[in-house]
Nanobody, 129 residues
């Protein structure tokens, strides 16, 4: 069972920067698209950024041009570089396999089932003046 551990969160002023890191245990990290997700108070968890197996990236509109996701398969880590932070970026940030992009429903379902228990504790990011 793959487990993820997120680090690097903290408190910054608006306009500041943070770099989050996600370390994976297990041997299947390089086979899957990876995502950074965030959960704001009172809201459900949502995808912020995605990096595919081939290194292609995609971002939520709210973080485009400000956040950069990257992966190091040898080190089994995923990084989220965050710049120009805003108060609305305040959230707990998590990483996990990004399953929703699989077009085959059975593959997508198996992915969700496999990694549903892999969520880490998350790392808190607070942006406030």
């Amino acid at each position: 069972q793959v487990q993820f551990l997120e680090t690097g969160g903290g408190s910054v002023q608006p306009g500041g920067s943070l770099s989050l890191s996600c370390a994976a245990s297990g041997s299947v990290f390089s086979d899957y698209p990876m995502g950074w997700f965030r959960q704001r108070p009172g809201q459900s968890r949502g995808l912020v950024a995605l990096v595919t197996v081939g290194g292609r990236t995609n971002y939520a509109d709210t973080v485009k041009e400000r956040f950069t996701i990257s992966r190091d398969d040898a080190a089994k880590t995923v990084t989220l570089q965050m710049t120009s932070l805003r108060p609305e970026d305040t959230a707990v940030y998590y990483c996990n396999v990004e399953c929703s992009g699989y077009t085959d429903a059975s593959v997508r379902g198996a992915c969700f089932e496999t990694f549903s228990e892999s969520w880490g504790p998350g790392t808190q990011v607070t942006v406030s003046s």
